[in-house]
């Protein structure tokens, strides 16, 4: 880091606090050179993959675009903007944990199913019909018959 002050190279970290809610690092910084400090903030830069489209054209991830994908289905849905914006936010939170720097948007809309399906069963089912390009009834009725299956618990007996 160089002073401002002198444009030294040598500085040294005097303090460090997070700020922002814990969303920077706040330094106060002394120039080891003129004796100078000031102070920087430190941020994390979030690098997301690129979508691999299915045409293989790739494009940069866009959060807007995921947004509209998920407001479409949860149109006139009983759900809160917060709990959209979490969801979104774990979405986001999958795509990094992949590790990738490419992701296809079949892995992408997987994912936004799955959140989709915690989030909402109508929103789940008017996503599912366009990303899985239902042609007739019956594959709706296949997917809501997935929905409706009885939750099996694991009950081990014996010993």
Same mark, same amino acid.
Do not use: G, H, M
């Given at each position: 880091m160089h002073c401002p002050f002198c444009n030294d190279e040598d500085t040294k970290v005097v303090d460090s606090r997070l700020a922002a809610q814990g969303a920077q690092v706040r330094r106060r910084r002394q120039c080891t050179s003129c004796g100078e400090r000031f +102070?920087?903030?430190? %941020?994390y830069e979030v690098v997301m993959p690129r979508i691999i489209k299915s045409s293989g054209r790739i494009e940069p991830y866009d959060q807007a675009k995921l947004r509209r994908s998920i407001a479409l289905p949860l149109q006139k849905r009983p759900i809160s903007?917060?709990? +959209?914006?979490?969801? %979104?936010?774990?979405?986001?939170?999958?795509?990094r944990k992949t590790g990738e720097r490419e992701v296809s948007?079949?892995?992408l809309g997987e994912i936004v199913m799955g959140e989709l399906k915690a989030l909402d069963d109508v929103a789940y089912v008017r996503f599912a019909s366009v990303y899985r390009d239902f042609q007739d009834i019956g594959q709706f009725q296949a997917?809501?018959?997935?929905?409706?299956?009885?939750?099996?618990?694991?009950?081990?007996?014996g010993a």
């Open positions: +102070v920087t903030f430190e %941020i903007a917060d709990a +959209v914006e979490a969801s %979104i936010s774990r979405i986001e939170q999958a795509l948007s079949k892995q997917e809501l018959d997935k929905i409706n299956l009885p939750k099996t618990t694991n009950t081990s007996e």
